[in-house]
């Protein structure tokens, strides 16, 4: 999905466009399959009860439940959380619902670091700190490609 391009100013490019990482999809899909699975289960051994239709119509409430909850709310989420740098500013987006975000225009960076474990090493992911002139520094979680992020991010805050 394209960033909206009519949230960016006249003549401002998108220089990177991200998504948090896909390993923010791991659990809701986890969750998914043990849902269906334990459903599917509990609606085969109810099978042979006279009652069986009321149990296969509450394992379908509490299973679309459970899987609103915990896997379409998450993607839903993971989809429209936008982190976006220009050429200009460094914009994040999030929600479904409500929207709120935040804007650092680029002359305001004092500096950009990245942050990586192991398993966000091997899976090319990372926490991007990025100072302002505040004394404040801010936290991007999960950001996928940060080594990338932080030499174009470096790249434009020295021009």
């Known amino acids: 999905m394209a960033y ?13 466009h991200r998504h948090p990482h896909w390993k923010m999809l791991v659990v809701p899909v986890v969750v998914l399959l043990l849902v269906v699975g334990v459903a599917s289960f509990l609606a085969a051994v109810v099978s042979a009860q006279s009652w069986a239709l009321w149990a296969w119509l509450g394992l379908a409430v509490a299973g679309l439940a459970l899987v609103g909850r915990f896997t379409v709310f998450p993607v839903l989420r993971w989809r429209t959380t936008h982190f976006v740098v220009t050429d200009r500013r460094v914009l994040v987006r999030e929600g479904v619902l409500t929207r709120q975000g935040m ?4 002359r305001r960076i004092s ?3 990245i942050r990586q474990s192991l398993l966000e090493r091997l899976l090319g992911a990372g926490t991007l700190v990025v100072e302002a002139d505040s004394d404040e520094s801010l ?5 996928p490609g940060v080594r990338q992020v932080h030499a174009v ?3 434009e805050v020295g021009q």
């Open 4 to 16: 909206p391009d009519d949230l960016l100013v006249e003549d401002e490019q998108v220089v990177v």
């Open 103 to 106: 804007d650092i225009p680029l």
């Open 111 to 113: 500096s950009v670091q």
């Open 139 to 143: 936290e991007f979680d999960d950001v």
């Open 153 to 155: 991010l470096y790249n």
